[in-house]
């Protein structure tokens, strides 16, 4: 069974900086992209960054970028996400995804809060 176990998340001040973790099992890892994507509360859910199989390239939404950055360790079935410089609009849960054909996998989500 595919797994994505979130973690990393918390509270943090205004310009403040967290990085999360999403742990991959059940699949080649190695084999797919890997999205981050999140949702706040009484909003859809939006995609923050991706990341191609070799880790070659990235890209962010327009709100992010310049300050997350997207990484991956194929060795340790890992994605990372660091950001920097946050903001209370980034407060959100956020997912790790994979989408392998038609199906899309989820994890259960790490809650980003930015309050001071």
């Known amino acids: 069974q595919v797994q994505l176990v979130e973690s990393g998340g918390g509270l943090v001040q205004p310009g403040g900086s967290l990085r999360l973790s999403c742990a991959a099992s059940?699949?080649?890892?190695?084999?797919?992209?890997i999205s981050w994507y999140r949702q706040a509360p009484g909003k859809e859910r939006e995609l923050v960054a991706i990341?191609?199989?070799?880790?070659?390239?990235?890209n962010y939404a327009e709100s992010v970028k310049g300050r997350f950055t997207i990484s991956r360790d194929n060795g340790k079935n890992t994605v990372y996400l660091q950001m920097s410089t946050l903001k209370p609009e980034d407060t959100a849960v956020y997912y790790c995804?994979?989408?392998?054909?038609?199906?899309?996998?989820w994890g259960q989500g790490t809650q980003v809060t930015v309050s001071s």
């Open positions: 990341i191609t199989p070799d880790g070659g390239h990235t």
């Open positions: 995804n994979v989408r392998r054909g038609i199906v899309m996998n």
């Open positions: 059940g699949f080649t890892f190695s084999n797919y992209a």
